[in-house]
């Protein structure tokens, strides 16, 4: 490793039609990204790739779109408004599966962009919030470049690296993009509290960010032995942590440990996996691997979604064809669940949107993307209940699914039933 003054130095050694994969999350490493604008015009033919990012996304704009393209694995808020599927385009996948696109040579990595934290004693780095599909690729860069950021924490597992792995860097001191937590609603309350009561003593979670996620951890304070595996988490695992009610003690794999891919939620969050040996990251082709979920037992998936329709196909990437989000690691998940010793899959949502709209419907919005498939689905959850499809027919499931959707909104999807099947 070559450590430089400053990123415009480090940058200075990109090459026009480079492929840049960026790491993403709490850890979008916005020094290298802010000061790569300097460079958008003299750059041609550039290729930015990532997963979920935050901060300016300035490569999306209009007025770069003759010589920058954007890859996106998973659509943040920052990239969901400039999505048109040609300079700025989304690639269906599952997060298992995406180092294996550099792994295969599927798609180039020329460039990857790090935030990492200052080394230790013995001169290793740690990648710290997010390993998920980073790790993997810095075994096919050709040119690795890093900001050693003094907020970075310093987190076990894959994320632990060193110089040989890094060709040039600088240091900065740049605050990692927090998610402040918010309280769930009733609503969601409820839905957590219905979740928890299908979860055993001894289970292995995995959850995701977001309100729903948080109501069932808040709801399982008094469970025992509960573990973690998980593609990631955020502050409303720290309470069960500290409490001891996760303790990792019944799994089968990774026994003792939280294991996840990436972390996202507040500076305390951060604080809490700092230095935390009982934490462990590792990339996204072996977390997600429904092959390494299925290894402990009792594994309870959450996993979220934004329609349903009544013969249970799931909808969670995209409103009509606008790409909202992406697939992520839902199915591998939901397989992984599945395959687990008593395991259960949950799909949980509200039942309606926050305009009133029911999300339980009679059928996808035209262009809507099924992420997980009617023979995947298990259990779904709605502040009205839960119900268990796996291994009922059509017409068992649409009588289930209209049980848990709104009061208000049963009567119209019975009706709209009758009529696909008359």
């Keep these: 490793m070559k450590l430089l003054e400053n990123a415009h130095q480090c940058l200075a050694h990109i090459k026009p039609h480079s492929h840049i994969l960026v790491q993403g999350g709490m850890a979008t490493p916005m020094t290298l990204i802010n000061s ?16 979920h990012t935050h901060g300016d996304a300035w490569y999306t ?4 779109q003759n010589n920058w393209s954007t890859k996106n694995f998973f659509v943040g808020s ?9 300079n700025v385009d989304f690639v269906p996948c ?31 780095y740690s990648l710290g919030t997010s390993v998920d599909i980073i790790r993997p690729a810095l075994e096919v860069a050709d040119l690795v470049i ?15 690296i060193n110089d040989k792995d890094i060709d040039f860097a600088f240091l900065c001191d740049e605050e990692l993009h927090l998610s402040p937590y918010k309280k769930p609603s009733a609503e969601e309350e409820l839905i957590g509290q219905h979740i928890a009561g299908i979860i055993e003593d001894g289970s292995t979670l995995q959850m995701g960010i977001g309100a729903i996620p948080d109501a069932v951890l808040s709801a399982l304070k008094g469970h025992q032995n509960l573990g973690v595996h998980t593609e990631m988490f955020s502050d409303g695992i720290i309470p069960l942590l500290e409490s001891g009610v996760v303790n990792n003690s019944q799994k089968r794999f990774h026994q003792g440990r939280t294991v996840t891919s990436f972390i996202v939620g507040s500076r305390k969050l951060a604080d809490f996996v700092d230095d935390n040996p009982s934490i462990h990251l590792y990339s996204s082709d072996y977390i997600n691997s429904p092959r390494t979920i299925a290894r402990n037992p009792k594994v309870v998936a959450i996993n979220s979604a934004i329609q349903i329709d009544l013969t249970g196909q799931v909808c969670a990437d995209s ?9 992520g690691g839902q199915m591998d998940f939901i397989r992984g ?10 799909i949980a949502i509200p039942s309606r949107t926050k305009k009133g709209v029911s999300k339980i419907t009679p059928e996808l919005n035209g262009g809507a993307g099924v992420v997980t498939t009617r023979a995947h689905i298990h259990y779904v959850a709605t502040e009205y209940g839960v119900v268990n499809l796996y291994g009922k027919s059509l017409g068992e499931r649409a009588k289930l699914l209209t049980s848990i959707a709104h009061p208000d909104d049963r009567e119209g999807l019975e009706r709209s039933w009758y009529e696909i099947i008359k």
């Design 94 to 124: 599952f997060l298992s599966e995406i180092p294996m696109f550099f792994a295969k040579g599927e798609m180039k990595c020329d460039v990857l962009f790090l935030n990492v934290s200052p080394a230790d004693k013995h001169g290793h």
């Design 146 to 160: 890093a900001q050693i950021n003094q907020r970075v924490p310093r987190t076990y597992g894959d994320a632990i």
């Design 78 to 86: 920052n990239i969901r408004k400039n999505l048109n599927y040609k």
């Design 61 to 64: 704009e209009d007025e770069f």
């Design 337 to 346: 669940a599945s395959l687990s010793e008593g395991g259960k899959p949950i």
């Design 319 to 327: 409103i009509g064809h606008q790409i909202y989000s992406g697939v």
């Design 36 to 51: 790569l604008k300097e460079r958008a015009n003299d750059l041609t033919g550039m290729t930015m790739m990532h997963i």
